[in-house]
Protein backbone atom coordinates (compact mmCIF):
# COMPACT_ATOMS: atom_id res chain seq x y z
CA UNK A 1 0.00 0.00 0.00
CA UNK A 2 0.84 3.75 -0.04
CA UNK A 3 1.29 5.64 3.48
CA UNK A 4 2.81 9.28 3.65
CA UNK A 5 2.82 10.63 7.28
CA UNK A 6 4.06 13.92 8.05
CA UNK A 7 3.08 16.25 11.07
CA UNK A 8 0.16 18.70 10.42
CA UNK A 9 1.63 21.75 11.72
CA UNK A 10 5.20 23.54 13.00
CA UNK A 11 5.93 26.71 14.33
CA UNK A 12 9.26 28.00 13.87
CA UNK A 13 10.84 31.37 14.68
CA UNK A 14 12.32 33.55 12.16
CA UNK A 15 16.33 32.65 11.61
CA UNK A 16 16.53 29.40 12.90
CA UNK A 17 16.18 26.16 11.79
CA UNK A 18 13.22 23.45 11.19
CA UNK A 19 13.28 19.75 10.26
CA UNK A 20 9.77 18.52 9.03
CA UNK A 21 9.75 14.67 9.23
CA UNK A 22 8.04 12.42 6.68
CA UNK A 23 7.69 8.43 7.01
CA UNK A 24 6.30 6.53 3.92
CA UNK A 25 5.20 3.20 3.26
CA UNK A 26 4.93 2.88 -0.55
CA UNK A 27 5.02 -0.27 -3.15
CA UNK A 28 7.37 0.13 -5.74
CA UNK A 29 9.13 3.04 -4.14
CA UNK A 30 11.77 5.18 -6.79
CA UNK A 31 12.63 8.46 -5.16
CA UNK A 32 11.26 11.01 -2.56
CA UNK A 33 10.41 14.34 -3.62
CA UNK A 34 9.79 17.41 -1.48
CA UNK A 35 7.53 20.79 -2.58
CA UNK A 36 6.80 23.69 -1.30
CA UNK A 37 3.39 24.75 -1.82
CA UNK A 38 2.07 28.78 -0.40
CA UNK A 39 -1.78 28.72 -0.38
CA UNK A 40 -3.25 29.03 -3.42
CA UNK A 41 -0.89 28.37 -5.46
CA UNK A 42 1.00 25.33 -7.30
CA UNK A 43 3.42 23.44 -5.48
CA UNK A 44 6.90 24.06 -6.33
CA UNK A 45 9.92 21.62 -6.57
CA UNK A 46 12.40 21.75 -3.79
CA UNK A 47 14.44 18.44 -4.39
CA UNK A 48 14.51 14.80 -4.87
CA UNK A 49 16.49 12.05 -3.10
CA UNK A 50 17.30 8.85 -4.71
CA UNK A 51 20.00 7.78 -2.67
CA UNK A 52 20.91 7.52 1.29
CA UNK A 53 22.24 10.74 2.60
CA UNK A 54 22.07 14.38 2.76
CA UNK A 55 21.62 16.65 -0.24
CA UNK A 56 21.96 20.51 0.61
CA UNK A 57 20.99 23.08 -1.91
CA UNK A 58 21.54 26.61 -0.05
CA UNK A 59 19.43 26.70 2.75
CA UNK A 60 17.09 24.00 2.22
CA UNK A 61 18.58 20.13 2.67
CA UNK A 62 16.86 17.07 2.40
CA UNK A 63 18.03 13.32 3.67
CA UNK A 64 16.52 10.14 3.11
CA UNK A 65 16.89 7.07 4.29
CA UNK A 66 15.70 4.07 2.61
CA UNK A 67 15.86 1.06 5.00
CA UNK A 68 13.83 3.28 7.47
CA UNK A 69 11.38 4.67 5.15
CA UNK A 70 12.25 8.02 6.55
CA UNK A 71 13.20 11.11 5.15
CA UNK A 72 13.23 15.19 6.40
CA UNK A 73 13.75 18.62 4.83
CA UNK A 74 15.56 20.81 7.05
CA UNK A 75 15.28 24.71 6.21
CA UNK A 76 18.23 26.98 7.85
CA UNK A 77 17.80 30.75 8.26
CA UNK A 78 14.07 30.71 8.27
CA UNK A 79 12.79 33.58 6.77
CA UNK A 80 9.19 34.86 6.90
CA UNK A 81 8.46 34.12 2.87
CA UNK A 82 9.88 29.93 3.57
CA UNK A 83 6.12 30.01 5.57
CA UNK A 84 3.85 27.89 3.67
CA UNK A 85 3.18 24.11 3.24
CA UNK A 86 5.47 21.78 2.67
CA UNK A 87 4.69 18.04 0.83
CA UNK A 88 6.90 15.26 1.10
CA UNK A 89 5.90 12.72 -2.26
CA UNK A 90 6.73 9.65 -2.74
CA UNK A 91 7.70 8.56 -6.51
CA UNK A 92 6.89 4.81 -7.02
CA UNK A 93 7.62 5.05 -10.63
CA UNK A 94 5.36 3.79 -13.65
CA UNK A 95 5.07 8.05 -13.45
CA UNK A 96 3.48 7.75 -10.21
CA UNK A 97 4.00 10.09 -7.49
CA UNK A 98 2.15 9.87 -3.99
CA UNK A 99 2.15 12.90 -1.83
CA UNK A 100 1.59 13.47 1.83
CA UNK A 101 -0.95 15.43 3.38
CA UNK A 102 1.65 18.19 3.64
CA UNK A 103 3.25 20.24 6.96
CA UNK A 104 1.91 23.55 7.28
CA UNK A 105 4.96 25.67 8.74
CA UNK A 106 4.50 29.36 10.41
CA UNK A 107 7.29 31.16 10.67
CA UNK A 108 7.08 34.12 13.22
CA UNK A 109 9.07 37.18 14.30
CA UNK B 1 12.08 26.97 -18.62
CA UNK B 2 9.58 23.68 -17.91
CA UNK B 3 6.54 26.26 -17.45
CA UNK B 4 3.04 24.90 -17.09
CA UNK B 5 0.29 26.67 -17.51
CA UNK B 6 -3.80 26.20 -16.62
CA UNK B 7 -6.81 28.07 -18.10
CA UNK B 8 -8.41 29.32 -16.72
CA UNK B 9 -6.88 30.26 -12.89
CA UNK B 10 -11.01 30.00 -11.48
CA UNK B 11 -14.54 29.75 -13.23
CA UNK B 12 -17.53 29.87 -11.41
CA UNK B 13 -20.63 27.89 -12.97
CA UNK B 14 -23.83 26.57 -12.08
CA UNK B 15 -24.66 23.08 -10.64
CA UNK B 16 -24.89 20.53 -13.43
CA UNK B 17 -22.88 22.56 -16.41
CA UNK B 18 -19.83 21.49 -17.51
CA UNK B 19 -16.44 23.08 -17.57
CA UNK B 20 -13.04 22.45 -19.32
CA UNK B 21 -9.34 23.44 -18.15
CA UNK B 22 -6.61 23.44 -20.06
CA UNK B 23 -3.00 22.74 -19.35
CA UNK B 24 -0.12 23.45 -21.37
CA UNK B 25 3.21 22.69 -21.28
CA UNK B 26 4.65 26.18 -22.93
CA UNK B 27 7.89 25.16 -23.72
CA UNK B 28 8.89 21.41 -23.45
CA UNK B 29 7.12 18.09 -24.65
CA UNK B 30 5.08 16.74 -22.09
CA UNK B 31 4.67 13.25 -22.87
CA UNK B 32 3.08 12.73 -19.19
CA UNK B 33 0.56 15.02 -17.72
CA UNK B 34 -1.04 14.16 -14.67
CA UNK B 35 -4.76 15.59 -12.83
CA UNK B 36 -4.68 16.32 -9.00
CA UNK B 37 -7.85 17.81 -7.29
CA UNK B 38 -6.76 19.17 -3.57
CA UNK B 39 -9.30 20.46 -1.18
CA UNK B 40 -8.45 23.00 1.46
CA UNK B 41 -6.06 21.76 3.84
CA UNK B 42 -5.58 18.48 1.94
CA UNK B 43 -2.69 17.13 -0.15
CA UNK B 44 -3.52 16.46 -3.65
CA UNK B 45 -4.93 13.74 -4.63
CA UNK B 46 -4.30 12.15 -8.04
CA UNK B 47 -7.34 12.02 -10.39
CA UNK B 48 -5.74 10.50 -13.44
CA UNK B 49 -2.52 10.13 -15.60
CA UNK B 50 -2.67 10.38 -19.30
CA UNK B 51 -0.30 9.79 -22.18
CA UNK B 52 -0.21 11.55 -25.50
CA UNK B 53 -2.70 9.97 -27.68
CA UNK B 54 -3.96 7.47 -25.67
CA UNK B 55 -6.30 7.25 -22.95
CA UNK B 56 -6.23 8.58 -19.41
CA UNK B 57 -5.24 5.68 -16.62
CA UNK B 58 -7.54 7.36 -13.57
CA UNK B 59 -7.24 6.04 -9.84
CA UNK B 60 -9.42 4.29 -8.01
CA UNK B 61 -12.59 6.12 -7.00
CA UNK B 62 -12.17 8.78 -9.95
CA UNK B 63 -15.28 8.88 -12.26
CA UNK B 64 -13.99 8.78 -16.01
CA UNK B 65 -17.66 9.50 -17.39
CA UNK B 66 -18.05 12.67 -15.05
CA UNK B 67 -14.07 13.67 -15.25
CA UNK B 68 -12.92 13.70 -19.33
CA UNK B 69 -9.19 13.67 -19.91
CA UNK B 70 -7.85 14.10 -23.17
CA UNK B 71 -4.17 14.75 -24.08
CA UNK B 72 -4.32 15.41 -28.10
CA UNK B 73 -0.63 16.61 -28.27
CA UNK B 74 2.65 16.80 -26.50
CA UNK B 75 1.84 20.32 -25.14
CA UNK B 76 -2.35 20.30 -24.09
CA UNK B 77 -4.12 18.23 -22.07
CA UNK B 78 -7.87 18.68 -21.16
CA UNK B 79 -10.37 18.17 -18.31
CA UNK B 80 -13.90 18.32 -18.18
CA UNK B 81 -15.47 18.32 -15.39
CA UNK B 82 -19.05 17.16 -16.91
CA UNK B 83 -22.20 18.17 -14.81
CA UNK B 84 -20.85 19.22 -12.34
CA UNK B 85 -22.27 19.76 -9.18
CA UNK B 86 -20.96 21.98 -5.53
CA UNK B 87 -18.97 18.93 -4.11
CA UNK B 88 -17.10 19.15 -7.08
CA UNK B 89 -15.89 22.58 -6.39
CA UNK B 90 -12.32 21.83 -5.69
CA UNK B 91 -8.70 23.31 -6.61
CA UNK B 92 -7.65 21.58 -9.87
CA UNK B 93 -4.16 21.36 -10.44
CA UNK B 94 -2.16 19.55 -13.36
CA UNK B 95 1.13 18.68 -14.02
CA UNK B 96 3.35 17.74 -16.46
CA UNK B 97 6.28 15.26 -16.81
CA UNK B 98 8.72 15.76 -20.11
CA UNK B 99 9.72 11.71 -19.46
CA UNK B 100 13.63 12.87 -18.58
CA UNK B 101 15.79 11.93 -16.39
CA UNK B 102 13.39 10.90 -12.59
CA UNK B 103 10.70 12.51 -14.35
CA UNK B 104 9.92 15.86 -12.12
CA UNK B 105 6.67 16.79 -12.62
CA UNK B 106 6.03 20.66 -13.49
CA UNK B 107 2.69 22.46 -11.96
CA UNK B 108 0.48 24.74 -13.58
CA UNK B 109 -0.72 27.80 -11.56
CA UNK B 110 -3.97 25.87 -10.44
CA UNK B 111 -7.53 26.07 -11.29
CA UNK B 112 -10.18 27.18 -8.47
CA UNK B 113 -13.56 25.80 -9.28
CA UNK B 114 -16.76 26.43 -7.74
CA UNK B 115 -20.40 25.02 -8.59
CA UNK B 116 -23.10 27.12 -7.30
Known amino acids: GQNIDQPTEMTATEGAIVQINCTYQTSGFNGLFWYQQHAGEAPTFLSYNVLDGLEEKGRFSSFLSRSKGYSYLLLKELQMKDSASYLCAGYTGGFKTIFGAGTRLFVKA | GAVVSQHPSWVICKSGTSVKIECRSL??????MFWYRQFPKQSLMLMATSNEGSKATYEQGVEKDKFLINHASLTLSTLTVTSAHPEDSSFYICSASSGQGYNEQFFGPGTRLTVL
Open chain 2, 27 to 32: DFQATT
